[in-house]
Nanobody, 128 residues
Framework: QVQLVESGGGLVQAGGSLRLSCAAS????????MAWFRQAPGKERELVAA????????YYTDSVKGRFTISRDNAKNTVYLQMNSLNIEDPAVYYC?????????????????????WGQGTQVTVSS
């Protein structure tokens, strides 16, 4: 079992930056690929970015490429999402997720059902 706790959300002006953090506790963090999802009101939850167990492979949805960076520190049991150039399409509740564990070290899961562990979410709001 893995417990995930997000932090770092808040209100930022358009064009600004935020860094989300997700601290994991429980089983060995490095066996899990990790991801950030987001869900805006009235919309389905979508994958924003994913990072492999070893931190080498990453995936980004098209709308955040070049603006967001996912990274992880396995020594600190933490995954990050650096969000730059935030715009009015980015406000949502952002969720940290961990996959089922034990997959290939370079694998980045791309669908929700591959993720077994979820945080409670952190709100990101962007003002124009």
């Amino acid at each position: 079992q893995v417990q995930l706790v997000e932090s770092g959300g808040g209100l930022v002006q358009a064009g600004g930056s935020l860094r989300l953090s997700c601290a994991a506790s429980g089983r060995t963090f490095s066996i899990y690929a990790m991801a950030w999802f987001r869900q805006a009101p009235g919309k389905e939850r979508e994958l924003v970015a994913a990072v492999s167990r070893n931190g080498v492979s990453t995936y980004y949805t098209d709308s955040v490429k070049g603006r967001f960076t996912i990274s992880r520190d396995n020594a600190k049991n933490t995954v990050y999402l650096q969000m730059n150039s935030l715009n009015i399409e980015d406000p949502a509740v952002y969720y940290c997720a961990g996959d089922v564990g034990g997959r290939d070290s370079y694998y980045t899961p791309r669908v929700q059902y591959e993720y077994a562990y979820w945080g409670q979410g952190t709100q990101v709001t962007v003002s124009s």
